[in-house]
């Protein structure tokens, strides 16, 4: 059900830091491309550190500073060909890497008294919906990964479980830019910066116009 009109509202939107010896992040640097308001709404943006723990800890600072109604995390998926809203957090983390300070846990949960998985609270398919109207390439993701990514979304969702039940969460991964598969195999995903910004951008747009999800048909089948 869509709003009928727009009052007061804040969107925060965090993205990462760079990781895994790549020099820039897209997710940061596209959303230092958006506007500091979009379809009336107020966008707050942060960058996160690709740490395990300190991420959420930012993150929930963040959100008692702001006290936003919605926050949108953005994450670099490198090989992933288009913009992907995330549909459910798990809670396990298993790194195939270590993050910026070397942490690398195996096999452990992220919060001892949290449920197995948190679904996004905002409207995931009209995200891409509204991605794919508007000429971004965009599906809906049933994995966010193991690594930090994977727990940010997860320390969001848990938080607005037990502290903030009205404000709506979510994430989305973004491919490469351009500008990082130089060096990498011929055929490698990438979108441009500005695209990924423009994509970033609907999905806000469509979290703005959507208090509730579409029921569109974007299931996967393996």
Same mark, same amino acid.
């Given at each position: ?103 690398q846990p195996i096999d452990q949960v992220i919060e001892a ?5 948190? #679904?996004?609270? $905002? /409207? ?9 109207? =508007? %000429?971004? +390439? !965009? ?31 979510? #994430?989305?991964? $973004? /491919? ?9 195999? =011929? %055929?490698? +995903? !990438? ?14 747009l469509a979290v703005i116009e959507n208090q509730e999800d ?9």
């Amino acid at each position: 059900m869509k709003n009928q009109e727009v009052v007061d509202m804040k969107i925060m939107i965090t993205g990462f830091d760079p990781f895994g010896g790549e020099a820039v992040n897209p997710a940061y640097e596209a959303i230092r491309l958006l506007p500091d308001e979009i379809g009336g709404a107020q966008i707050v943006k942060m960058e996160v550190p690709t740490v395990f723990g300190k991420a959420g800890e930012v993150l929930k600072a963040g959100i008692r500073e702001h006290q936003p109604d919605a926050v949108i995390c953005v994450g670099q998926a490198g090989g992933r060909s288009g913009m992907s809203v995330e549909k459910v957090a798990i809670n396990f983390q298993d790194a195939r890497i270590a993050d910026n300070e070397g942490n690398q846990p195996i096999d452990q949960v992220i919060e001892a008294d949290g449920q197995t998985a948190y #679904f996004a609270t $905002v /409207p995931v398919k009209a995200m891409v919906a509204n991605m794919r109207a =508007n %000429g971004i +390439p !965009a599906f809906v993701s049933y994995t966010a990964g193991t690594f930090v990514c994977n727990e940010l979304m997860y320390a969001l969702l848990y938080l607005l479980d037990r502290s903030y039940p009205h404000i709506r969460g979510g #994430f989305i991964h $973004v /491919p490469f830019a351009m500008e990082q598969t130089v060096d990498k195999p =011929n %055929g490698t +995903p !990438a979108m441009q910066l500005s695209a990924i910004a423009k994509g970033l951008e609907y999905s806000i747009l469509a979290v703005i116009e959507n208090q509730e999800d579409i029921s569109l048909a974007m299931g996967t089948t393996h």
